[in-house]
């Protein structure tokens, strides 16, 4: 319909463009835990903590890549006609500037 106002002719009619993702970051939430432990490669690595996850579910294994939370969201701007989440939300303890 866009492309014929134009006089564009169209070949085929593909929903180009509706399955847009955007990654948006921010850094304006920042603060320090106490008594906190990160994730480090020796406790991924670490056999009793890959026995502990394998067998109750437990441990630093359980945070995935460093996301702390997620959640899947409609937003008001959703197409109503969909059946999922328009929206992603990560909560990681980490930055682009992290290493």
């Given at each position: ?10 070949v ?16 304006s ?49 959703q ?21």
């Open positions: 319909e866009h492309l014929r106002k134009f006089g564009i002719p169209v085929a009619d593909l929903p180009v463009g509706d399955n847009l993702q955007d990654h948006v970051g921010t850094a939430l920042n603060f320090e835990a106490k008594d906190a432990e990160p994730l480090l490669l020796r406790q991924v690595t670490n056999p009793f903590n890959l026995r502990e996850f394998v067998k109750n579910g437990t441990g630093p294994l359980t945070s995935f890549s460093g996301i702390e939370g997620m959640a899947y969201v409609n937003s008001k701007y197409n109503p006609k969909l059946d999922w989440p328009d929206l992603e939300i990560h909560l990681a303890s980490g930055s682009p500037a992290s290493d």
